[in-house]
């Protein structure tokens, strides 16, 4: 709900405090000034709190803003900030960026952080935009074990394969190898190699449709290790700064901290990052443009 014309200081103020979108929109067409007249910036900001994550129903909610504000006539700036998701989620986002899009292209900024599923996104972008701080991460996924506990499915993977690789040259006793190893499925350990080689494949076609055009599926690979191979980042959750980012042979736009760009870009994050992250505004989800918007409340909100 907009702010009227003509209100109250007090209403004023209570708008600020819940971020309506009024208070974001002139940033939007500031920052679009500056890219350039033929850019259109969109934002998708998710919470880093679970359950919430990158799913379909995301790829529909920008798809709807994008049909009422730019179909093929600008270059799509994407600005996002979200922990990660569904792989699959990730592919239908690069698509619907890519279909509305000048030229099938679109751009991405990353004020923060966009990991994982996110991270995937970044790589089906023409540009990526990030500063110093700015952080990408490894696209192996993570499964949840338990209640609430999250590993990453290469230590899951490989803790199986190591108990089975000790019990198959062990001579003596196998109870504690079979005691252990009774702890893992063998179709849900099938069920994580598949997703972790669905990321991996993602991952290869958004970049030999785009920045990778024209390379094999192996070169390709072998060019973004870090985000591919655990030895790198050691955990799941491990930065990968711009520096590693540009070493890949992807293209990154930096910003420098101090530029009048990127602190409207910052505000722009604070804003959409609190939007999102306070219980008061109940909203975990947000795609808006400088004229459309629209959020998704949490559903544990009362």
Known sequence: MQAPAKTSTYLKVLYEANQDHSTRKDLYTKIEAQLGADKKLVSFFTTFEW?????????????EVLHNCCYGQKELVLIINCPGGDALAAERMVNVCRSFGKD???????????????????????????SRTSELGPIDPQIKV?????????????????LMTKANKS???????????????????????????????????????GVMKGKSDRQIAAKIEPFLLPEFTKVHGRPIYADVVQNCGLDVTMYELDSPI????W???????????TFSTKTVKLVETATEHFHVLNPFAN
């Open 51 to 63: 359950p919430v994550q990158l799913d379909n129903r995301d790829a529909d909610m920008l798809e």
């Open 267 to 277: 505000e722009l994050y604070v804003r959409c990052n609190y939007m999102v992250s």
């Open 146 to 162: 338990g209640d609430d506990a999250y590993f990453a499915a290469h230590e899951i993977v490989e803790s199986y394969n190591e």
């Open 104 to 130: 099938g292209k679109f751009s991405v900024i990353v004020p923060k952080m966009a990991k994982s599923a996110a991270t995937m996104v970044c790589l089906g972008a023409a540009t990526i935009g990030m």
């Open 171 to 209: 001579k003596g006793n196998l109870d504690p190898y079979l005691q252990q190893l009774s702890r893992f499925d063998a179709t849900q350990i099938r069920w994580i190699k598949s997703a972790q080689d669905l990321s991996k494949s993602i991952a290869i076609s958004v970049l030999k449709t």
């Open 262 to 265: 990127w602190k409207d870009i």
